[in-house]
C-alpha cells in the first residue's frame, strides 16, 4: 500500500486534541499531519524494513543506556513541532533536560517539540523527495542531527543545522560507512553494515 495524503479543508481543521483522538480509534494506521493540514496516513512497513528498524532502535537504545543522556522514541510517537506539523520519525532521541522540562499532560500525549535526532529509514513505499522534504522540516523545527538512510539506492544524507546535507553513496558490494553521532549523540558510532547486508 503506497502512502495516502488527504487534505483536509481549513474550515474542518483538526485541532490537536482531534487529531490526538484520530490516532487513537485507528491505532493500526500511522498517521502524520503536515503543517499544511493535509492527512498522512502511511502503510505499514514490510519484514526487511521493520527488521532494519528495530535493529537501529536497538543501537540508539544500548548507546543511551551507557550515557544516560536522552530518551529514546520508536516510530510510533508523534510529535508536535514548532510548525504545527505532527510527525513520527522512524526513530528518534530526544535531550534528557528538555523531555524533563515537559507537563505529564504533554508526555503521555504528543510531545509538543521537535527531537534532537532523529532517522528517517526509506521502506519500500517510500518516496525519496518527500522523505527529503521532511528531513529538512525536522531541521527548520529544531533538529540537531538527522539521519536519511535509504537501503534502496543505497546512500545515506545527514542533515545538520545550517549546512549543505551530506550524501554518502556507495554500491552494494562496498562496505558501508559507520555514522558518528558527532556532539549531538556523543560516543555513538553506528555500524550500518547489517542495515544494507540484509
Known sequence: METVTLNVPDTVALTDEQFYYLCVANEEWRMELSAEG???IMSPTGGESGIRNASLIGDIIIWN???NLGYVFDSSTIFRL????KRSPDVSWVKRDRWEALSPQDKKRFPPL???FLIELRSESDRLPQLQTKMQEYLTN???LGWLIDPLTPQIEIYRPSQPVETLTFSTAA?????DGETVLPGLNLDLSFIFNL
Open 114 to 116: 521537535c527531537p534532537d
Open 175 to 179: 562496505t558501508p560507512p559507520t555514522l
Open 142 to 144: 529544531g533538529c540537531r
Open 38 to 40: 493535509e492527512l498522512i
Open 65 to 67: 543506556r551507557q550515557t
Open 82 to 85: 514548532p510548525n504545527g506539523a
